[in-house]
């Protein structure tokens, strides 16, 4: 579909003013021409409030260029923050809250300069993420929420948006809206050197199926190093997942927009006292209805990736924990 069929479709809320905003899957603002160095200039000023980027992938767009020879998009970064302290009683309560702590802040320019000479950036509704997740409590809703308008309060204040459009799903966010898994392991006498080994294979493995890890952060570490409490899980970690391929197919062939979904953020615990390493990420599904893809080939293709997640950890001796999350 070309990228002007594309921006049509997600534009229809000029139309649908009655539109209900639980079908909103992310939200984005503009600015005219090319505002990375503004969005640096944001990043920086994060900390005021409480933010710290867990990874800042800019420009990578370039990266596509040396791998594929394809130029697309005029700019796209991606920018994974998280506010460790406001987020620490959410993961507390629900350790699925991981698979958006960090989320993703997402910034692109199209090369049509005609017709949209503007830099986009937003995210996820907070509804969407939580929606995948599947979290249901409302005080956990609120506050999640409530940061994440703190962060989008900077956002106004710093780039002084003009513009904005969001984007409608026609269906449903997937019933399992996060592939869980779970490994069994014998405990070991160092549990902090089994989970660097852990570490080391995991990225080993997905490095053999053409993944990259896109960022890292032990929250674990971070939280005893915070004088925080933590003691609920004897680990806690998160890797960001990104498979270049893919998504030079999607990000860099008219689907820039997709990119508030990436780069994967994998979440990885050990509940207090037990031998089970749990992890959970969001399924490409919620892709895939999220922002309406239509095209069978490159939905086969999505999938087929996200399947080669799934055995991966299959390989490293995990099971599939078959849970339904989603409304």
């Known amino acids: 579909m070309k990228l002007k069929n594309i921006l049509l479709a997600c534009l229809i809320t000029a139309g649908i003013a009655h539109a209900n905003d639980e079908m909103v899957t992310g939200k984005l603002r503009g600015s005219v021409g090319n505002v990375q160095d503004k969005v640096d200039g944001l990043i920086k ?6 933010f710290t980027t867990v990874a800042a992938n800019r ?3 370039n990266f596509y260029y040396q791998k594929y020879k394809e130029k697309n998009v005029e700019m796209i970064s991606f920018f994974d923050i998280i506010n460790k302290k406001k987020i620490r009683p959410l993961l507390l309560k629900n350790p699925d809250i991981g698979a958006y702590a960090p989320f993703n802040f997402l910034v692109y320019k199209t090369l049509d300069t005609k017709n949209d000479n503007n830099t986009w950036y937003g995210h996820l509704t907070p509804d969407t993420m939580l929606d995948i997740i599947g979290e249901k409590d409302p005080s956990t809703r609120k506050a999640f929420a409530d940061m994440v308008a703190g962060y989008d309060d900077l956002v106004t204040k710093t780039l002084k948006p003009t513009m904005k459009k969001k984007f409608i799903r026609t269906k449903a966010l997937p019933a399992k809206g996060l592939t869980k898994l779970v490994k069994k392991f014998k405990k070991p ?6 989970v660097e080994d852990f570490v080391s294979d995991h990225d080993g493995r997905f490095s053999k199926h053409n993944f990259i890890i896109a960022g890292f952060l032990d929250l674990k570490f971070e939280y ?12 806690y970690w998160v890797s960001l997942l990104c498979h270049f391929k893919f998504s030079n197919s999607i990000f860099n062939r008219g689907v820039p927009q997709a990119g508030m979904f990436a780069p994967c953020t994998v979440y990885f615990y050990i509940p207090k006292g037990t031998n089970e390493l749990h992890v959970g990420y969001a399924s490409v599904n919620n892709w895939i209805n999220g922002l309406d893809f239509k095209d069978p080939e490159r939905i086969k293709y999505m999938r087929a990736i996200d ?3 799934v055995e991966t950890f ?5 099971e599939v924990v078959q849970t339904s999350t989603t409304k």
Do not use: C, H, P, R
């Not at 006498?189 to 089994?194: F, P």
């Not at 005893?224 to 680990?235: E, H, Q, T, V, W």
């Not at 299959?314 to 995990?318: D, I, N, P, S, V």
């Open 224 to 235: 005893s190093d915070m004088d925080l409490d933590f003691d609920k899980y004897d680990a």
């Open 307 to 309: 399947a080669e997640v």
């Open 59 to 61: 420009n990578i767009q």
């Open 45 to 50: 000023q994060i900390g005021t409030i409480g």
């Open 314 to 318: 299959k390989e490293m001796g995990f």
């Open 189 to 194: 006498d160092d549990l902090e050197e089994w």
